[in-house]
């Protein structure tokens, strides 16, 4: 099956920056799409952003809209987030989702997800 390894995670002050990286692997479809999520203790898993298969369309929440940007490798198997301007509200272990679709991309459930990164924002 489809695995999914998040990394890049860690602790930074607010308004710095941090680049979470998603390494796939195991595909058995030659199309995905890949969206970003990120759940803090005691909230609802948020759905941030997505990407489509081919890197050409995406998404954004309201919430990340302007500081968070997703981009993909599809050659190398791989989708970033950067996050800029973080704040202590962005605060939450952050996951990568694939979901087998070979146009457009969603922020909703996936088939198959990393175990997660944890990003801090504090001073």
């Known amino acids: 099956q489809l695995q999914l390894v998040e990394s890049g995670g860690g602790l930074v002050q607010p308004g710095g920056s941090l680049r979470l990286s998603c390494a796939a692997s195991?595909?058995?479809?030659?199309?995905?799409?890949i969206g970003w999520f990120r759940q803090a203790p005691g909230k609802e898993r948020e759905g941030i952003s997505c990407?489509?298969?081919?890197?050409?369309?995406?998404k954004y929440t309201d919430s990340v809209k302007g500081r968070f940007t997703i981009s993909r490798d599809h050659a190398k198997n791989m989708v970033y987030l950067q996050m800029n301007g973080l704040k202590p509200e962005d605060t939450a272990n952050y996951y990568c989702?694939?979901?087998?679709?070979?146009?457009?991309?969603?922020?909703?459930?996936?088939?198959?997800w990393g175990l997660g990164t944890q990003v801090t924002v504090s001073s």
């Open positions: 989702a694939a979901e087998r679709r070979r146009y457009g991309c969603d922020i909703t459930q996936y088939q198959y």
């Open positions: 990407i489509n298969n081919g890197g050409s369309f995406s």
């Open positions: 195991g595909f058995t479809s030659d199309y995905y799409a």
